[in-house]
């Protein structure tokens, strides 16, 4: 059962990938929701948040960076439980800040519960805007996946945000080589590597955890270094204000490779 997005056509062999973990979800009865089109809820989320809370890389950090999507609404539950700092994006982040920030003793004081203020909602809602100036370097990012391989590959639902935004912590010095990347998913959306292929500005797990296996990837994937400029949406350029500000801001290098990327950023900036 195939079914376009709005996201469909940038790329066929994730589209066709796409459709068949989501196809999957919904005929083996595991989505909580119909799938298609967003990173899909699945039966299990709960345990795979917890699971990622046992991680010595989750209790040590303090900083959490989490999507807004429903299948981690228990991830941010934990994180707010465990009292860590939760950044969240705003969707599509299309906010002058694009990041708002929450704890589970700002909840209390608002007489908010856990369950409830974990929601996407209620986490714009009670959580602070907070500038890229504002913001603390992240020691744990989750990310939402369609599909994943056990090396550390992931596609999202083809939007491109994930990566968007990881590209834009990176750039601002709060998402370094020291930062975990993980996922929570069920065991469905994992594919064989050579069925997920893997893109320059794709950003590759660390961790791939489901509600039955803890998965460490030890990725051969390169990172990437720098905002693609070529890749970005016409629409993203638009709507994306901290897009307007990159443009004249330089990328935070860290190594030789980052200043000849960031080199080649304002090459393409200039031709655009």
Known sequence: ?????????????????????????????????????????????????????????????????????????PVRRQALQDGKCLYMA???????????????????QKGI????????????AYGTPVRFTDMDPIDLAVVGCVAVTPNGGRTGKGAGFADLEFALLQEHGLLSVKTVIATTVHDLQIVAADHLPMQTHDWPLDWVVTPSQVIPTHTPYPRPQGLDWQRLQPEQRQQIPALKSSQTKPFIANDPADILRASQDKGRMKAD
Request: aromatic content about 6%; hydrophobic content about 40%.
């Open 113 to 124: 519960s856990l369950d409830q203020g974990a929601t996407k909602e209620h986490v714009l």
């Open 1 to 73: 059962m195939a079914k376009s997005t709005s996201w469909s056509g940038r790329h066929s062999r994730k589209d066709s990938l796409r459709q068949t973990i989501w196809t999957r979800l919904h005929t083996q009865g595991i989505a909580l929701d119909h799938p298609w089109g967003r990173i899909p809820n699945f039966i299990g989320a709960e345990q795979a948040a917890f699971a990622l809370a046992q991680l010595p890389q989750w209790q040590q950090a303090q900083v959490v960076k989490c999507n807004p999507d429903a299948p981690q609404t």
């Open 90 to 108: 705003v969707p599509k982040l299309t906010a002058a800040h694009c990041f708002v920030a929450l704890t589970g003793e700002i909840l209390a």
